[in-house]
C-alpha cells in the first residue's frame, strides 16, 4: 500500500504572488457618476435624488493607472466628494512606492542616490496620507501588500483611528510604529499586523502606554516568498524580541493571538510569558489568549520550558469548568415524597413509611450493633429488613430539619476542602489567578512555518485500480 499526495485535496496557492498581475478592469468614471445625482436629473421620471453615501471603499493600485483613476492626486479628489464624506472603512492594496520597482541595489548607489530615492519615496508617503486628511468620519483603516507604509506615512494618518490592519507590507519596522502608537493610538481599539517581514516584537514595550482603550492585538509572522524564482520569506529583522525588552498590555485586551514567533532566545520568550503573569491583575476583559512560538535549543531544554509556561499559564487565565452541584439529601427526600409509593404486597409490611424520629434512630442503630454477630450466624432467609414506624405526630420534625442542615453543611465544607486541594499551582504560590479566559492556548515547539504545511488530509491510499486484483482462490490456473 503506498501514500501519495491527492490533487484533489491540494490547497490553494500562497498568497501575495499575483501583485504584479496586470488587471484589465479598471475604475470606471460610470461608477462614481453613478453614486452621485446627475445635474440634469429629472425627479417626475424617476431619476435619482439622493446621494448615495458609501461606508467603505477599497483601493486597488492594479486596477489604476491607464482609467479614470490614475493617480494618488485623484484618490484625494475622489474622497472629496459627497459620496465619501461618511467613509468609514478603507482598504488600499498594492500600493508601491516609487522606487518598489528599481533594480538598482544599494551597494551600487551612492549615497546622494540614496538619499534622492529616500527622500521621493517620503515625499510620496506623506501625499498619499494626505488623501486621507478630508475623511472625517474614518475610523478602520487596512493597507495590503504595500510598501508606502513607513514612518512618512504613519506619522499623517489621522488621530481618530479604531482599527489599523497592516498586512504584509515589508517595510513597517517596530520603531516606526512604536512612534505611532505613542502620538496616534489613543482611540486604537484593534490592531491587527499579520506577515510583516521587518516587524519584530519590540514595539510591545509602549503598547500598554499607548494605547489605553486596545481590545485585539493579531500578529502572525509567517511570511511568503514575493516570487517564485527565489526564497526571500525570511525574517528582515535580528531578533524577535531583545532579552532587556519587557512588554507592557493595556488594561481593555479581550484578545491576544501572537502566532509563529520564532527567532528569539530563551529569556526573551521568559520575558513575554511573565509579563503576561505580571499583568493578570490588570487584565480583567481578556478572555482570548494564544501564543504559538519556536524555540531554537534542544529538545530536552524546550521540553522543561514547555512544562513550566504551559500549566502556569492555563492555570492562572483559563476559566474552570463548573462541574453539576451535587445531589444534596434534602432534594432526595423532595423526590422520594413525590414519587407515589408502591402498593405493598400481601402479607408483607408496606417498606415506604415515613422516617422514624431522631430518637428511634439512634435506638436502632445501637441495636443493630450490638445483635450483629448473633445474626451473622443465623441463616440469610431469616435476616430481616429493619421496619421503621410512622410518626404520630410532628413534634420532632424540626429536628430532621435540623439533621439536613447539618448534613448540608458537612458536604458544602467537604466540597471547599476538596476545591481548594484542587486548585491551580499559582494560587498556592500567591501569584494572581485571572480565571476568565474561555481559550488559553500556549504552543511551544521547533517547526518552521512553511508556505504549505503537508498534513494527513494530502495524503492518501492508491486507487484499488493502480495495483493487482485480490486473489479470491477461485483460479482455474491454480487448480
Known amino acids: 500500500m503506498t501514500a501519495k499526495a491527492s490533487p484533489s485535496r491540494s490547497q490553494p496557492g500562497p498568497p501575495f504572488r499575483r501583485r504584479s498581475e496586470n488587471i484589465r478592469w479598471q475604475y470606471p468614471k460610470e461608477l462614481f457618476e453613478a453614486l452621485d445625482v ?16 458609501l461606508k467603505g471603499f477599497c483601493w486597488n493600485a492594479r486596477m489604476m493607472g491607464r482609467g479614470f483613476v490614475d493617480g494618488v492626486d485623484k484618490i484625494k479628489e475622489i474622497h472629496a466628494l459627497p459620496t465619501f464624506a461618511y467613509l468609514r472603512r478603507v482598504r488600499f492594496a498594492n500600493f508601491q512606492v516609487p522606487s518598489w520597482n528599481m533594480r538598482v541595489t544599494k551597494q551600487d548607489e551612492s549615497d546622494e542616490a540614496i538619499a534622492a530615492r529616500e527622500a521621493k519615496d517620503q515625499k510620496f508617503s506623506r501625499s498619499f496620507a494626505a488623501c486621507l486628511s478630508g475623511l472625517d468620519e474614518l475610523e478602520h483603516l487596512t493597507f495590503l501588500s504595500s510598501s508606502v507604509v513607513n514612518a512618512a506615512l504613519l506619522q499623517n494618518l489621522p488621530q481618530k483611528l479604531k482599527q489599523l490592519k ?18 496616534h493610538g489613543r482611540h486604537l481599539e484593534s490592531l491587527v499586523l499579520d506577515h510583516n517581514q521587518a516587524l519584530n516584537l519590540s514595539f510591545l514595550t509602549v503598547l500598554g502606554t499607548a494605547c489605553p482603550d486596545l481590545r485585539e492585538l493579531h500578529m502572525n509572522l509567517q511570511y511568503f516568498r514575493h516570487y517564485d524564482a527565489f526564497d526571500d520569506s525570511n525574517p528582515l529583522y535580528e531578533t524577535l524580541l531583545y532579552p532587556d525588552q519587557i512588554p ?22 521568559t520575558n ?5 503573569v505580571d499583568s493578570a491583575p490588570q487584565l480583567p476583559m481578556l478572555r482570548h489568549l494564544v501564543v504559538r512560538c519556536m524555540l531554537n535549543i534542544p529538545w530536552k531544554s524546550r521540553s522543561e520550558f514547555r512544562h513550566v509556561w504551559e500549566p502556569k499559564l492555563n492555570a492562572i487565565f483559563l ?3 463548573l462541574s453539576a452541584p451535587p445531589v444534596s439529601s434534602k432534594t432526595t427526600n423532595m423526590r422520594s415524597k413525590s414519587t407515589p409509593p408502591k402498593k405493598p404486597r400481601k402479607g408483607k409490611r408496606s417498606s415506604t413509611e415515613g422516617p ?7 435506638a436502632l442503630k445501637t441495636s443493630g450493633q450490638s445483635s450483629r454477630a448473633s445474626s451473622a450466624s443465623k441463616p440469610l432467609r431469616s435476616i430481616k429488613r429493619k421496619q421503621y414506624e410512622e410518626p404520630d405526630s410532628d413534634e420532632f420534625d424540626h429536628e430532621d430539619d435540623l439533621d439536613v442542615d447539618m448534613d448540608l453543611s458537612e458536604t458544602e465544607a467537604s466540597e471547599v476542602g476538596s476545591n481548594e486541594g484542587n486548585s491551580p499551582a499559582g494560587a498556592s504560590d500567591g501569584i494572581f489567578v485571572q480565571g476568565l479566559c474561555t481559550i488559553v492556548e500556549i504552543k511551544l515547539d521547533n517547526q518552521k512555518p512553511r508556505e504549505r504545511q503537508f498534513v494527513m488530509e494530502d495524503f492518501v491510499d492508491s486507487e484499488r485500480g493502480d495495483t493487482d486484483p485480490e486473489w479470491d482462490s477461485q483460479d482455474d490456473d491454480f487448480v
Open 38 to 53: 446627475a445635474p440634469d436629473a429629472n425627479v417626475d421620471a424617476g431619476d435619482k435624488r439622493y446621494v448615495t453615501h
Open 166 to 183: 497592516v498586512i504584509n507590507c515589508w517595510d513597517l519596522q517596530s520603531t516606526d510604529l512604536a512612534k505611532f502608537l505613542l502620538s
Open 248 to 269: 507592557t498590555w493595556p488594561a481593555a485586551l479581550q484578545r491576544i493571538e501572537l502566532d509563529n514567533l520564532r527567532q528569539w532566545t530563551v529569556e526573551a520568550a
Open 272 to 276: 513575554l510569558f511573565q509579563s503576561l
Open 319 to 321: 476559566r474552570p469548568k
Open 356 to 362: 422514624a424520629r431522631q430518637s428511634r434512630r439512634i
